[in-house]
């Protein structure tokens, strides 16, 4: 077990504790003053509509909920309004204009681990609740992402322009009218593009930035958006980063210490989206999406056994095109129709590892470079009927077709057909909110040269309810319970070093009980949210990932049972004085996975692998007219490395401070400009996310950007 590191254990249960005290403090100051109370949790009855958009479609102000500072003292009423526990961050709030991809703002998220192998250049996945990453779906307007490196979508791969936000639902989204897929993954992450709203006094919008930064950073983007007629619109973004990523790093040998420098970790990136909206006289709603990716980039190696260089590159082009179709049918009935063609390309290549090629009959020897290639088919269906005032059902079915060629010896183009279908309700009651599905999925894999075929069926059931005893009192109960199946993907049983084709699927049980509080005043506190978490999670077959000195080659695993013990509290509030806004957000999460496989083996009840104790983060920014500061604090607790816990596989603790500043200047009419300069790691702390890749010490970002 971990000896506590008690100077950091110390700093942040004081701090935690202090804000426990003034948010209880001002729980009890609102009961007792509400009275005076300007907003607060809306009740519901027979006759109020469920507050839920649906976010795959366009127009939908869901995402764009916050249009100036002064709607920061508003709580977002997807949060108040959902059953399950959900945490959102929008492109208003002052910390997005510090990141350059998702990753940097999933990172703020309780509950979830960002596993980040080594800066700009590094693979970067998530894993929420300690459930692992295959159990977290990432959805991109309501449709899912692929990925055809490892099965992981890689979160560094898509940059902030061109999304308006990023949530995060602990179980699924409790808005049922959407695709089967979406009820599969036991969390979800959803990324919602940028819908302006337009009219004829503003027929367009449109930003431009550009930015550079440390270790040879360059980045820019353009949006613009432009209203066609009164049924459509259309909107366009590109985005492009580069940077040489040779970030200075300390490494020691047990005697000495020595800074290097970071090797093979530059990156370009550059994507592009292209968007058609409409909406009809029939209230009906088309979106039509087209997206491409390129990424060029070496895989910085692991620092191990003296070994600081690594010739590994990776060259990855991504391709889709998506079409949604929603039309209402009467006055209780709505169906919606989706598609999804992706197209994946993925290069590998190493230098260093030679490779005997057959070409023309002949046997001649050569660089390592394997080819990839993934097409992927989407077909979504799906019926939402009211029943009666405050009870809908729906019926949704997919298709999905994935298709892998590679240049492998000995195993080529399997091929997967999956069908998926669910049946799904919610129920409004007063202030009881429940809401249950029941999901069939059914695999199928299919080898050509072995002509050997993987398959499994299975019903997954998932129930949620939430409750506020008090309609004067905005403090709600929540509960959920979930199955979920997830089998190995194409990655986890034909691209790793070694055979895993009897790799078995994962079955994973979730129980889930919690508390919120949401408030609002017209005074000094503007507002206060409060949540808090328990779980369990038991996890059968759970498939672990375990790098090897390459990012590209992994080693897949079962876990015959893991159980996940934990807790997470959120804290957010809003302050006003004399002109200057405060807003502070607390994340905090206790967690406690362990490995139950064999009683009596070295590993029975050892923690797994990169989920520490505690962990979290704190978010304050300041904002008074056209200034604007964010300050942000991460904490990661200490952890092992491997499945058997010692002194060797031992991870310490590691935080960071990140600073930044903005200035806007309005220039003529609707054309504004901001100024933008960010720290990260003010202290130029050294650490890993994962033992033996380094990440940055401090480095600095300044950007302008024009808003019109």
Known sequence: MINDNLGSIRKISSFLAGWIGLCIFI????????????????????????????????????????????????????????????????????????GLSVSDMVRYFSGVQLKDYGGVGGLKTVDVRSLGTRHTAVLMDGLPLENAQNGQVDLGKYGLNDLSSISIYKNQNSQIFQPATAFASSNAIYLESRMESLDSLRPQKGSLSMGTGSFGLYNGSFYGAKRLSNLFQIEASVD????????????????????????????????????LYGHFEDSSALSVIVYGFRRQMGLPGAIVSNKFTNKERQDESDFYGQTSYFKPVGTKDKIKVQFKYNYNYLKYSNPEINKLYLVNGDTIKGVLANHYRQSSYFFSAANLYQILPGWDLDLSADVHYDHLRMDLNGLENPYRWTYYGAIASYVTISRVQLAGNLLYTNVRDHQQINDGIIGKQKLSPAFSASWQPFEGLPVKFRSFFKKSFQMPTFNDLYLTQYNQTELRPENSEQYSLGISYYKGWSGLFKNLQLELDGYYNEVKDKIVAIPTTSLFRWQMVNLGLAKIKGLEFTAKSTFELNGWLLLSTLEYTYQDARDYTKPGSVTYKNELPYIPRHSGSFILSILKDRFGMNYSFIYDGERYSERFNSLVSYVPAWYTHDVSFNYRLPIKGPLTSALLLSVDNVFNQHYDVIENYPMPGRNFKIGVQFDF
């Open 27 to 98: 729980l009890l100051s609102g009961v007792l003053t509400a009275q005076s109370s300007i907003h607060s949790l809306p009740t519901r009855n027979k006759n109020t509509e469920r507050p839920v958009a649906d976010t795959s479609l366009p127009f939908n102000d869901s995402a764009n909920i916050l249009q100036d500072v002064n709607l920061y003292t508003t709580i977002l009423p997807a949060v108040i309004s959902c059953i399950d526990p959900i945490q959102v961050i929008t492109r208003k709030y002052p910390v997005w204009q510090d």
């Open 240 to 275: 492009a980063m580069t940077t040489k990523g040779d970030y200075p790093y300390t490494y020691t040998n047990g005697v000495y210490d020595t800074t290097l420098k970071r090797n093979n970790g530059d990156v370009k990136r550059f994507n592009g989206k292209l968007s």
